[in-house]
């Protein structure tokens, strides 16, 4: 059974087909002609369902019991902590591997070996993604893009920020 789509999933796919749309019009028809893309694709997705209603403020530490509370104090306190330590790493690993790559292109290497560390340098790469509103743009139709999703396994959802100070 195809999944419907919601709001925001309609809107993103009707988003990115105006925005290849406007990338790639002026290509459009330059193909081989044998293998024409057609220029407007209708979308018959399904009616969306309205949104859903705005999240309730969260709710304060201190409406827990105080033994959770403590806790959970300590708790986030050590997360704050490494967290911030966390990026502090990241953004040194960032620049060490900045450095090695430029060393690496340097040398018209392709990597390095160091004791129990190697490096395999390929450059600057990108990835292909599949693009929903290329799909639309090359015929396919809505429905089959909704249709072709599937649920993943279970994962915790949680997330935890750490606001910045003044």
Known sequence: MPR??????QQELERDAEENAAFYGNQIGTLD?????????PIHAPTPSPSP?????????????????????TLLDDYQILKEQADAI??????????????????????????????????????????????LLNGCPAEAIAASYKEGSPF???????????
């Not at 419907?4 to 999933?9: D, E, G, S, V």
């Not at 002609?33 to 694709?41: A, D, F, G, L």
């Not at 209603?53 to 104090?73: C, G, I, S, V, W």
């Not at 915790?156 to 003044?166: C, E, F, H, Q, Y």
């Open 90 to 135: 990241e953004a040194r690993m960032k620049r060490i591997k900045t450095q090695v790559a430029d060393h690496c292109e340097a040398y018209h290497a392709p990597g390095l070996a160091y004791d129990n560390v190697r490096v395999h340098y390929r450059g600057m790469t990108t990835k292909s993604t599949l693009d929903k509103g290329l799909l």
């Open 4 to 9: 419907k789509l919601n709001r925001a999933q």
């Open 156 to 166: 915790l959802d949680m997330t935890i920020r750490v606001l910045k100070g003044d």
């Open 53 to 73: 209603a705005p999240e309730k403020p969260l709710p304060d530490l201190r409406e827990f019991d105080p033994q959770d509370q403590q806790e959970l104090m």
């Open 33 to 41: 002609e044998e293998y024409p893309v057609r220029k407007s694709i």
